[in-house]
């Protein structure tokens, strides 16, 4: 859960284009301070532990027993660990990373809210029948002449006739001979055709396939809605993205389900990213969490909407 919500040791903190106030607040945070009160704040956001900081900071070993330089662990860890954490410095640069990483985990979960509106706008627009479908197709009678067998065309009839001549070759005298290709239905056929309902072969049933579409070439909303593909004993079959739990994340970041009004804020000013309705006053709510949110109610508040 922390890797949510701190900042590792080292994370670069060079500024995009537009940087985030929170990101212009850790730059001159950090070049406030000092190389060890820089790297006393950084494992301080990371592990929360003021004398852990303090012993990694200034190059022991992770715990007390593991003092690298010879030393045997004293109360100074802790004294010198107090000190560096009360300095005004290492304390806005510290608070400066918490604040980043809130930030952060803020953004990621409006990314996943998005991604879950558009999963259930994909799914109530039918992007399902785009990647697998059921179809009932004409069968080789169904358009042919007098309800004969029809060809696709004359190439494929001479085919027929050539393994018909080879198979009459093969026969032995007790055998009974394979019936001669017809072509009486005439030429012509288009697998695509719906079923005829007058055909006495299928009566009207056709011939019933499952389609499963070239997932290299999905475009808009089946490529959202699209997962991966699963190989089973039966066949292939095509993994989606489950809409319900997308749409449930986005009721519960809505406040749908009764939660307190701080969960519904939060929610809100994500859902707000993920193209819900809001006024300036939820966007202004979205920076004031960022700002504010601790990392650890941000990991919560992560974890809890991405299910």
């Known amino acids: 859960m922390n890797e949510l919500a701190t900042v590792p040791v080292g994370t670069s903190v060079v500024a995009p284009d537009q940087p985030s106030r929170a990101l212009v607040r850790v730059e001159k945070a950090r070049n406030a301070c000092n190389a060890a009160e820089a790297a ?3 494992h301080w956001a990371t592990c929360n532990n003021k004398a852990k ?3 990694l900071a200034m190059g022991y070993g992770m715990k007390p027993s593991q003092d690298v330089r010879g030393h045997k662990p004293s109360s100074m860890h802790y004294e010198r660990a107090a000190d560096y954490s009360n300095r005004p410095v290492v304390l806005e640069y510290f608070n400066a990373l918490k604040s980043l990483a809130a930030e952060r985990a803020v953004i990621d979960v409006q990314r996943i809210l998005e991604h879950d509106q558009a ?3 994909a799914w109530e627009q039918g992007a399902a029948n785009d990647l697998t479908r059921y179809v009932w197709l004409n069968c080789r009678y169904c358009w042919g002449a007098g309800g004969a067998y029809q060809w696709i065309d004359d190439i494929e009839y001479a085919a027929a006739m050539a393994k018909w001549f080879d198979d009459i070759g093969r026969l032995k005298p007790e055998d009974t001979p394979p019936p001669q290709p017809d072509a009486s239905g005439g030429y012509g056929f288009q697998a695509w055709n719906e079923p005829n309902a007058d055909c006495r072969h299928c009566k009207g049933l056709g011939d019933q396939r499952s389609l499963v579409a070239d997932t290299t070439r999905l475009e808009g909303p089946a490529a959202v809605l699209y997962r991966g593909i699963k190989q089973t004993q039966h066949g292939i ?7 319900e739990k997308a749409k449930d994340r986005l009721l519960k970041a809505a406040g749908v389900f009764g939660d307190s009004a701080s969960d519904v804020a939060r929610g809100a000013a994500a859902g707000a990213a993920a193209g819900a309705a809001a006024g300036a006053a939820v966007a202004s709510r979205s920076a ?3 700002e504010t949110m601790s990392d650890d109610q941000a990991a919560r508040l992560y974890l809890e909407l991405a299910g």
């Open 53 to 55: 900081a303090y012993r």
């Open 40 to 42: 006393f704040a950084e």
């Open 288 to 290: 004031v969490a960022a």
């Open 237 to 243: 079959e095509v993994l989606t993205h489950d809409a």
């Open 119 to 121: 999963i259930v706008l």
